[in-house]
């Protein structure tokens, strides 16, 4: 490996994994914590005890080093508390990120800040609150004062609250046996959390106070101002889902990667959920939107058995967009996405905006055959491999039903989302007859994938693949291949960007060559230099609910040095 190989990679990682916001919030944190450890050793005395004020006494070493402890603490609760509430000001965010402040901090990023500051606060809360009880109720005997004292009771409140939300949020136990909807409500008792937390101290009233007030009048203006009504809305069952496609609002902002809160009245008057938005801008006058929505939940199970009894209104509320990590496609001029399952939604958003414009490649890891069959047309813009994860069974029924449809769109075809949703069966291509013959070498299922992607039947061992073979379902206009078995992320990305690498290369060092003599060959001969540069250019996103594939392929990404971007939805 090439010095320069190793320069450009270590570029690209110090840019993805150096963040400046992360810099900014480490600084306050480090900054926060010295302060209160300074300030606690100003207040000792000659005699090495502190004694200021009722609840602030240490008259032992042991009471001396839980203060330091719990003061300590405090450096991080902070900060914290107002990293948690800036990371959800979405219409702050949604104001910033269109404007230059977006290319320094990834304003797209900010749940993970939350669910980061979140155990941050929790795990210090706890230490904070049980140092306190032990120096107050067991070393002192101030029983009595701890509960009847403003800053005790308002700390036991509290701390109560915080083990509430953060328990229903971050086990996955708790989380099978609550609903969403019970811990989206328990979720919301940071209000009166931070109202108590006002009385513990001066200082602590101030920044709860400040946070609370600030958060409010974001929510406000978000509600007021970044909240569309919808009266067109159609929906679709397809497989395990619903398939929704509506007129975008007159302001509503077409940006590609984004995603939206969805309220449906007829369903719950006071949820919102979370979808990736599709945009459609083929029609410009009257551009369209569309989500995907699995069935996995009380409010998307009940969504779905609304449609198939026809029993859905065309009216709900779309809050947003907001910036999601998919947002960083435009950035680029050559993208790799990675989807499983309901994931394929961004990506979708996505081909629809650059198929035309830009090289895109699409990995889409699904069980789902009647999502193919849907999305067939769009993923066809692009270059798509789909990973067919179900039975033997399924993809041969699937592969079947595909070759079966003769259809084909001219080359300036333009398909909305409305033609979609009134064809139940959407596979557009020529006679099976005219595809062009493929090699008849199988493709041998590897890699890794999450649990919650597992196929419903054993898939084949790599010597019984002999009888699976990939076809390409390829057209005019369409490059789709279709594959029984799971990917090797690592070997699919590296050949994408080989394949592209070559194709490249020549042509590029033909047009320099013309267009500048005083390019020398030997600025061509180091391969190294020239594919630590390729790499420069692409990036990976994927999206999809599944932690061990997300980790598998920021893995595969770091060790090839490509920038990776993640817009992994965990189950509320």
């Known amino acids: ?32 914590l010295l302060y209160f450890v300074v300030h606690t050793a100003s207040l000792l005395d000659s005699s090495g005890f502190i004694c200021v004020r009722t609840m602030v006494c240490a008259q032992t070493r042991t009471q001396v080093a839980f203060l330091f402890v719990t003061r300590s603490c405090v450096g991080f609760i902070y900060p914290g508390l107002v990293a948690l509430f800036a990371s959800k000001l979405h219409f702050v965010k949604a104001f910033l990120n269109r404007t230059w402040l977006s290319t320094v901090i990834d304003f797209s990023e900010s749940h993970i800040t939350h669910k980061v500051f979140g155990v941050i606060v929790f795990v210090t809360g706890m230490i904070h609150a049980l140092f306190h009880s032990l120096r107050l109720c067991v070393l002192r005997g101030q029983v009595y004062d701890y509960f009847h004292h403003p800053t005790g009771w308002s700390g036991f409140v509290g701390t109560l609250i915080i083990i509430i939300i953060s328990v229903t949020m971050l086990f996955a136990r708790v989380k099978k046996v609550l609903s969403f909807e019970i811990r989206k409500l328990l979720h919301y008792l940071f209000i009166p959390m931070m109202i108590v937390l006002a009385f513990h101290t001066p200082r602590m009233g101030k920044i709860t106070l400040s946070v609370l007030v600030v958060y409010l009048v974001d929510y406000a203006l978000n509600l007021l101002f970044c909240t569309y009504h919808v009266d067109d809305a159609k929906f679709e069952a397809v497989g395990k889902g619903v398939a929704v496609s509506f007129k975008i609002p007159p302001g509503m902002r077409r940006d590609p990667g984004q995603f939206i809160y969805l309220n449906i009245p007829w369903i719950s008057m006071f949820q919102w959920h979370a979808f990736s938005l599709i945009v459609d801008n083929s029609d410009n006058e009257n551009p369209r939107g569309s989500f995907f929505i699995m069935a996995v939940g009380n409010f998307t199970t009940k969504l779905y058995s609304f449609n198939v009894l026809k029993r859905d209104r065309p009216v709900l509320w779309i809050n947003g967009p907001h910036p999601s990590p998919f947002m960083h496609s435009v950035q680029f001029n050559k993208l790799i996405m990675i989807a499983s399952g309901a994931g394929i939604t961004p990506a979708l958003s996505v081909a629809e905006k650059f198929h035309s414009q830009r090289t895109v490649h699409l990995l889409f890891l699904t069980r789902d055959a009647s ?41 300036d075809s333009k398909e909305d989302w409305d033609e979609e949703l009134q064809n139940p069966v959407h596979v557009h291509w020529t006679s099976f007859d005219e595809l062009p013959k493929l090699d008849e070498e199988p493709h041998i299922p590897m890699g890794v994938i999450p649990e919650n992607s597992t196929p419903t039947s054993v898939p084949p061992k790599p010597q019984e693949v002999k009888s699976v073979k990939s076809i390409g379902l390829q057209t005019k206009r369409k490059n789709v291949e279709l594959v029984s078995g799971k990917p090797n992320i690592g070997s699919e990305i590296n050949e994408i960007i080989t394949t592209h690498e070559e194709e490249d290369k020549d042509d590029v060092k033909k047009a320099l060559v013309e267009r500048i003599s005083f390019f020398s060959e030997e600025n061509f001969r180091d391969r190294h230099e020239r594919i630590a540069q390729t790499k420069s250019d692409w990036a990976v996103l994927y999206c999809g609910a599944s932690q061990q594939l997300n980790k598998h392929i920021q893995k595969e990404c770091k060790s090839m040095g490509i920038l990776y971007f993640s817009e992994y939805f965990e189950s509320w």
Request: charged residues 25%; neutral net charge.
């Open 1 to 32: 490996m090439g010095k320069s190989e190793n320069y450009f990679r270590l570029k690209r990682l110090l840019k993805q994994y150096v963040r400046p916001e992360d810099l900014l919030l480490t600084a306050s944190v480090v900054s926060a």
């Open 371 to 411: 999502m193919v069959r849907f999305f067939f047309k769009v993923l066809g813009k692009i270059h798509t491999t789909i990973f067919f994860t179900g039975s033997k069974e399924q993809f041969a029924a699937l592969e079947e039903d595909l070759a079966d449809h003769d259809h084909h769109f001219p080359e």
